[in-house]
T-cell receptor
Framework: ETGVTQTPRHLVMGMTNKKSLKCEQH?????MYWYKQSAKKPLELMFV???????ENNSVPSRFSPECPNSSHLFLHLHTLQPEDSALYLC????????????FGPGTRLTVT | DAKTTQPNSMESNEEEPVHLPCNHS???????IHWYRQLPSQGPEYVIH???SNVNNRMASLAIAEDRKSSTLILHRATLRDAAVYYC????????????????FGQGTILTVHP
């Protein structure tokens, strides 16, 4: 257990559906991240939040909409996804500072049909 | 971001030491060297990090070349549980000394441990 939980662990959705991924951290961190891991590709950073403010959007399509209501929770709202969006979506958290480490959740395996 | 180069895969036998190399010839003076690993069906986990000096922790050791252009992650006695993808990552520091910790992952090295 890393202290970062993600729900659901598996999700199958159609291209016209709307769904949300949830991430929660119990570590008292103030930075949270969404990453995407597609088959055969490196992890790609999608979004970064520091103290609930979005500080990085790595050119992510608007069909992915993040939300960070407080420092402990992070959501990724999904709508009108494409089959190529099927991937493992990982959430992480860290304490901002010069020396830190990121703690990752187990991920949500998303399949878009 | 400065790039790292790692072998695609390595193999080891259980109970033997493993040396995982990483080249980072364009590293800047303020870049930290981080290592993460990802076990099957899990998210990545932090292993170790360093700046200039060699580092040891309960999981591994990190040996950093004097010119900082390469580093080696050392697992002193590999176990089957160490089979994973190992990522060597450079993390810079934003002006002012703080960083929210953007990590850029490469392909990593797939470590296979044989019983």
């Amino acid at each position: 257990e890393t202290g970062v939980t993600q729900t659901p662990r598996h999700l199958v959705m159609g291209m016209t559906n709307k769904k949300s991924l949830k991430c929660e951290q119990h570590l008292g961190h103030n930075a949270m991240y969404w990453y995407k891991q597609s088959a055969k590709k490196p992890l790609e950073l999608m979004f970064v939040y520091n103290f609930k403010e979005q500080t990085e959007n790595n050119s992510v399509p608007s069909r992915f909409s993040p939300e960070c209501p407080n420092s402990s929770h992070l959501f990724l709202h999904l709508h009108t996804l494409q089959p190529e969006d099927s991937a493992l979506y990982l959430c992480a958290s860290s304490q901002p500072g010069t020396i830190f480490e990121q703690y990752f959740g187990p991920g949500t395996r998303l399949t878009v049909t | 971001d400065a790039k790292t180069t790692q072998p695609n895969s390595m193999e080891s036998n259980e109970e033997e030491p493993v040396h995982l190399p990483c080249n980072h010839s364009t590293i800047s003076g303020t870049d930290y060297i981080h290592w993460y690993r990802q076990l099957p069906s899990q998210g990545p986990e932090y292993v170790i990090h360093g700046l200039t000096s060699n580092v040891n922790n309960r999981m591994a050791s990190l040996a950093i070349a004097e010119d900082r252009k390469s580093s080696t992650l050392i697992l002193h006695r590999a176990t089957l549980r160490d089979a994973a993808v190992y990522y060597c990552i450079l993390r810079g520091v934003i002006a002012g000394g703080t960083s929210y910790g953007k990590l850029t992952f490469g392909q990593g090295t797939i470590l296979t441990v044989h019983p």
